[in-house]
């Protein structure tokens, strides 16, 4: 009963990072319907930016709120202009030219951004400062709770309440979804579809650096084509979820965080990956558009 | 067996919860030009996707030659002999002319499985019969001077006639023409009704959807008006012209959108 | 009289054809492994380029054949002659098997499914689950082709086998595009609803093509284990898939000079440039977004409308 209690707690720290990262995939998949493969790379820059960040400009052993919340503010806004810069350069002259393409400029920028990240930071893995986070560790009940495990959920589930909100109650974020459903459409009632897909990213983007920081907090090595990994389980995530779809990508994180650790708990580690596609796939057999996504019949 | 080659019966459609097509019959006699009209919107398009299998009606029945097709995938219900064109053209953009037509014949090849990976004989011999039959289908349609032109390049109204002949060329017993005038100039939609009379003196029966009231009214043997999913009127055309419910729901649809 | 595709499709088969006699063994080895890589990514395109199924597994299929030959020779003995067919076959019954589920996904839900089979399929490789693979050092001393008392042991061997591999391979391909089976796939990939009103069976067309490639896969598989006479799972992960994948893309779909070409760029160029090692795959992926905005269909697109000529006898 520990163990399993121990995995929920677990499970739901590693599923919000996997969530956060998810929105990022999602919402761009929702208003351009690309796979953006960089994402995940995009992750793991932040990782390394913000240990820069912190070594550097505000130097080592600083613990305090305000430096630490400077770090966060400071990567996700650099990350999120990488990320609008990667659309204006290896997306938008893709827009009109059939899907895959679009595809392969996405795996192209991943590996220019995984590379850059090593070529600046080297190859080997970096260790990323434990005092970013003090190290108080809660006992309840036989279940072991770090601070930065209350950090993790606590700021992934204040980011997603506010991102629900901003799509579904604000103005842009109206406009957000009248462009994820009809582009030509959005554009004749003077919704500027260029400005929506910046925004886009920008959300996306410092979505992802969040949860980059938080990797590197968490877990504490990194490396820089970690990227990738996880990239991967997040965007299974947002596919879970249902592509597209803002829930599905909260959704699909935290389920499949749960399901991982619960894997990783009671069968192997080694066996992870496996049990995660298996369950991807037993869900798309039977909804092949993922749990909240919806079919969109083509019109005929 | 009746003489009603497709009969379709008391056949509802919903979507979300919406009802598109309500409790509509009618029977179509083989060999026939049968016609259906109605404001757009009414559910013409989605008669013509229930019947094709494109989607699946909720209630009702669809018979073909007194076998239920209702239900059955859009590719079984071509082999069976119904083919159809679209109200959006939809070829195959990029591919040649006689590559479109080609499509056609593919229920009619001969060809097996290994034939994808090593020729035989036989298949030289279909291969070589099928695009002869293309060559016919081009030059009856007058398309033989752009066989090799990408479809998608082509005008509205020769894109409309690959259309036809990538259908016909399946040799169809029942041919499904949606709004094959729509876009067409004079020359062209007259043109086109020599077309479909030749098509209809091959022994095909042919159902279509039209606006071109000219047309239909020169064309059809017999005509079902749809409004608002249900049949508001049926009959031969000249009675159809004439009945006033048929007025009123033309006259009364002004303001409607275009919505299938 | 010859066309320009053709003139160049012949001083390019010469020149492969003596290229053994040009180089040193090390670039003779690149040259072999750029014919194997050739087929693989033709396979590839069957699936990808032909019925336009979003595809980014295919390193299993090419995988389950090198494992086929390397595991039916090392671990029972048979002579490399003999694990042709099942390497062949056993790829082929395994996409009927995995692809027969899914086939019916949309694009992208797809394209995470083939990741995730892959994936599955090095994470057996690596536990080596039935004590038959090795796990993640894989297999060594996979034997030479042995024929009549011949000793096909050489470099030079290894890489007319696998010219004549690519021969075959590009014989179906031809055949393939000249048959009602690779056009049903081109319309299905076109407009999948005009060519079910046509009668095709868009579930057919997506198997036959997942078989077909998955078998031509499986072939070159057992080429590359004997080549290297050792196989391990790396060589068959996700990124290998991405790489099958843009190889097409980047060449361009369906067009069997793209798919040469772009298994150059992909594959050859990087061994060329292997003294930058560092900073080649930075240059790499900025040379793929800048191909895709140059040229988004491929470097040499397809084209269609190779029709028989008797019908071309009216064309203006």
């Known amino acids: ?300 | 067996m009746s003489e009603y080659i497709l009969e379709i019966k008391h056949v509802s459609k919903y979507f979300h919860g919406l009802v598109a097509i309500n409790d509509l019959s009618m029977k179509v006699k083989k060999g026939q030009i049968y016609g259906i009209i109605g404001p757009n919107g009414a559910g013409k398009t989605t008669l013509f996707n229930c019947i094709t299998g494109i989607y699946t009606p909720e209630e009702g029945q669809i018979l073909w030659k007194g076998k239920e097709i209702k239900g059955t995938t859009p590719f079984k219900i071509a082999e069976l002999g119904i083919l159809r064109t679209f109200q959006t053209i939809r070829l195959f953009a990029e591919m040649s002319v006689a590559e479109n037509i080609m499509s056609g014949r593919h229920i009619k090849s001969k060809q097996k499985w290994y034939n994808g990976i090593i020729h035989t004989p036989a298949y030289y011999k279909d291969e070589k019969e099928n695009w002869e039959k293309v060559g016919e289908l081009m030059d009856f349609f007058n398309l033989s001077e752009y066989a090799t032109i990408p479809a998608g390049d082509l005008s509205y109204g020769i894109q409309r006639r690959i259309e036809m002949a990538r259908a016909l060329a399946a040799e169809p017993e029942l041919l499904i023409l949606d709004e094959p005038a729509a876009g067409l100039n004079e020359n062209e939609t007259l043109e086109l009704t020599q077309t479909i009379l030749k098509i209809q003196a091959m022994g095909v029966t042919i159902m279509m959807i039209e606006h071109d009231m000219e047309m239909v009214m020169s064309l059809t043997e017999y005509i079902t008006v749809i409004n608002f999913g249900a049949r508001i009127s049926a009959g031969l055309p000249a009675f159809v012209q004439d009945d006033p419910v048929v007025v009123e729901a033309y006259i009364g649809s002004d303001e409607e959108d275009e919505h299938e | 009289m010859m066309t320009k595709t053709s003139m160049i499709a012949l001083v390019l088969l010469i020149f492969m054809g003596f290229f053994p006699m040009f180089v040193d063994s090390a670039w003779l080895a690149v040259g072999t492994t750029f014919l194997v890589f050739s087929v693989v990514a033709f396979s590839q395109d069957i699936i990808l380029g032909r019925a336009g199924v979003f595809h980014m597994g295919h390193a299993l299929f090419f995988g389950l054949g090198a494992y086929t030959t390397a595991i039916l020779n090392v671990q029972f003995g048979w002579p490399i002659l003999a694990t042709w067919a099942p390497s062949v076959l056993i790829p082929m019954v395994c996409a009927f098997l995995l692809a027969g589920p899914i086939i019916h996904l949309k694009g992208d839900y797809l394209l995470v499914a083939t990741i995730g089979f892959n994936i599955i399929f090095i994470q057996i490789l690596e536990n080596d689950v039935f004590g038959l693979t090795g796990g993640p050092n894989g297999i060594f001393g996979i034997d030479i082709v042995r024929l009549f008392g011949i000793q096909f042991a050489s470099q030079t061997y290894m890489y007319y086998m696998a010219f004549i591999l690519l021969g075959i391979t590009l014989f179906i391909m031809r055949n393939l595009d000249k048959s009602k089976f690779g056009r049903a796939m081109f319309y299905i990939n076109k407009d999948e609803i005009a060519a079910q009103s046509m009668g095709i069976s868009i579930r057919y067309y997506k198997l036959y093509a997942f078989i077909l490639g998955a078998g031509i896969a499986g072939a070159a598989g057992s080429m590359f284990s004997v080549q290297y006479s050792a196989v391990s799972p790396e060589a068959f992960n996700v990124t290998q898939s991405i790489m099958f994948f843009t190889i097409v893309l980047v060449g361009g779909s369906a067009s069997l000079p793209g798919v040469l070409i772009g298994t150059f760029i992909m594959f050859v160029l990087p061994e060329v440039f292997r003294e930058f090692a560092t900073a080649r795959y930075l240059v790499f992926g900025l040379a793929m977004i800048l191909t895709m905005i140059l040229r988004p269909r491929g470097i040499w697109p397809v084209k269609f409308g190779n029709i028989p000529s008797f019908l071309k006898k009216d064309v203006k």
Not at chain 1, 1 to 8: A, C, E, G, H, S
Not at chain 1, 151 to 171: D, E, Y
């Open chain 1, 1 to 300: 009963m520990d163990i399993f209690l121990q995995q929920i707690v677990n499970g739901l720290t590693i599923g919000s990072l996997y969530a956060l990262v998810a929105l990022g995939y999602t919402m761009v998949y929702g208003v351009m319907r690309l796979i953006n493969f960089a994402h995940g790379d995009l992750v793991a820059l932040s990782a390394f930016v913000g240990l820069t960040v912190y070594t550097q400009i505000f130097g080592e052993g600083i613990t305090s709120l305000v430096a630490v919340i400077a770090v966060f503010m400071f990567t996700a806004a650099i990350i999120a202009v990488v990320g609008v810069l990667l659309e204006r350069l290896a997306y938008r002259p893709l827009r009109t030219a059939p899907r895959l393409s679009a595809v392969v400029s996405a795996l192209g920028a991943g590996l220019v951004i995984q590379n850059a990240v090593m070529l600046i930071w080297g190859p080997n893995m970096k260790i990323f400062p434990s005092e970013i986070f003090p190290s108080t560790i809660w006992e309840i009940g036989g279940i072991v709770v770090t601070f930065t495990q209350v950090m993790i959920l606590g700021i992934s589930a204040m980011l997603m309440v506010t991102l629900f909100f901003f799509i579904n109650r604000t103005k842009m974020g109206t406009a957000i979804r009248a462009v994820a459903i009809d582009q030509d459409a959005a554009k004749l009632m003077g919704i500027n579809v260029n400005r929506i897909i910046m925004v886009i990213f920008i959300i996306g983007s410092a979505l992802g650096a969040v949860a980059g920081l938080f990797i590197g907090a968490y877990y504490r090595g990194i490396t820089f084509d970690m990227g990738w990994m996880y990239g991967l389980n997040a965007f299974v995530a947002a596919i879970m979820g249902g592509i597209g779809n803002i829930p599905g990508a909260m959704l699909g994180g935290l389920l499949l965080g749960l399901f991982n650790a619960m894997i990783t708990g009671y069968i192997s580690s080694q066996w992870a990956e496996t049990f995660t596609f298996i369950l991807l796939i037993v869900i798309l057999v039977f909804r092949p558009t993922g749990i909240l996504g919806e079919t969109v019949a083509e019109k005929v």
